[in-house]
């Protein structure tokens, strides 16, 4: 099993900037895709951004620019550094891990834009 525990959501201006943290804890395999997903109240839950092992990674249009993920190995972490956030990204954000024999989600941390 994977634990996965979200950190650095909450409220911030439009241009300004958070940076998501989600730890994983349990049986954490070397080869796996660590992401970040959002949902917006009444829309479908998106793909953000993805990370693979190998530290290739791959952005929603919607963020190219302003998002960058990133990921410790060493401390199972994976982050999203959230820069010139716009009001439209305001959701629930997901972290979200993919690996040999499992699909695991967080619980997800609110980020609000104000504009």
């Known amino acids: 099993q994977v634990q996965l525990v979200e950190s650095g959501g909450g409220l911030v201006q439009a241009g300004g900037s958070l940076r998501l943290s989600c730890a994983a804890s349990?049986?954490?395999?070397?080869?796996?895709?660590m992401a970040w997903y959002r949902q917006a109240p009444g829309k479908q839950r998106e793909l953000v951004a993805r990370?693979?092992?190998?530290?290739?990674?791959n952005y929603a249009d919607s963020v190219k620019g302003r998002f960058t993920i990133s990921r410790d190995n060493a401390k199972n972490t994976v982050y999203l550094q959230m820069n010139s956030l716009k009001p439209e990204d305001t959701a629930v954000y997901y972290c979200?891990?993919?690996?040999?024999?499992?699909?695991?989600w967080g619980q997800g941390t609110q980020v609000t834009v104000s504009s």
């Open positions: 990370i693979i092992s190998d530290g290739r990674t």
């Open positions: 979200n891990v993919v690996q040999r024999g499992g699909d695991y």
């Open positions: 349990g049986s954490i395999f070397s080869n796996n895709a």
